[in-house]
């Protein structure tokens, strides 16, 4: 079945350096994904989206980038802070409810 | 802001009871969700509602069944609770059907059975 997938569980960054969190989907015919963002104790939150029709998208230290060649998406935060360690995940839109991955877990290194 | 309320943040439950998990949204989104999230395994979809009164099997409905009689409200039931449906379960609501929009997300109920 259709499955959306991130590549590694877990992610150790020092402070101060740009992390890249990565993400495979299997569904040539998604259209929109998503990045959420979810700390200990909390529901996901969105952090940034993409639709099918664009290759990259900025947001406030984050960017996102669509390969739809490959079926591969990645999420890049700039000047990892300790504030960003959580669970991402990715999701993919399929009509109007939303698969998700297994999540990264990003610790960030004083 | 929209704000998705779960009504508990822990539960803990003996095995075979009926269990109720009610989640509100205060946004007058239409669609409504219920997650389950397990380590290793993500989020995964048990059911899912588009209008009031409707609702649709998600990946893993079994041992779950959902009511939605308005629209901000979205309960989730489990009929005979078991030790293996202990997880924390997410609620989400989102935008109308057929728009690509973000689903936002309550707390979670962190749910143990024993």
């Known amino acids: 079945g259709e499955s959306v997938g991130l590549h590694l569980p877990t992610l150790s960054v020092q402070e101060g350096d740009n992390s890249i969190i990565n993400c495979a989907y299997s569904?040539?015919?998604?259209?929109?994904f998503i990045w959420y963002k979810q700390e200990s104790g909390k529901g996901p939150q969105f952090i940034i989206d993409?639709?099918?029709?664009?290759d990259k998208r900025q947001g406030q230290r984050v960017t996102v980038l669509l390969n739809k060649t490959v079926k591969h998406l990645s999420l890049q935060i700039a000047a990892t802070q300790p504030g960003d360690s959580a669970v991402y995940f990715c999701?993919?839109?399929?009509?109007?409810?939303?698969?998700f991955g297994a999540g990264t877990t990003v610790t960030v290194r004083a | 802001d929209v704000k998705v309320t779960q009504s508990s943040r822990y539960l803990v439950k003996r095995t075979g009871e009926k269990v109720f998990l009610e989640c509100v949204q205060d946004?007058?989104?239409?669609?409504m969700f219920w997650y389950r999230q397990d380590p290793g395994l993500g989020l995964r979809l048990i059911y899912f509602?588009?209008?009031?009164?409707?609702?649709e099997k998600g990946d893993i409905p079994e041992g779950y069944s959902v009511s939605r009689e308005k629209k901000e409200r979205f309960s989730l039931i489990l009929e005979s609770a078991s030790t293996n449906q202990t997880s924390m379960y997410l609620c989400?609501?989102?935008?109308?059907?057929?728009?690509?929009?973000?689903?936002?997300f309550g707390q979670g109920t962190r749910l143990t059975v024993v």
């Open positions: 989400a609501s989102s935008l109308g059907q057929g728009l690509n929009t973000e689903a936002f």
């Open positions: 569904n040539s015919a998604s259209d929109y």
């Open positions: 993409i639709r099918s029709n664009m």
């Open positions: 999701a993919e839109n399929d009509a109007y409810k939303l698969s």
């Open positions: 946004m007058d989104h239409e669609n």
């Open positions: 509602s588009y209008d009031v009164k409707m609702k």
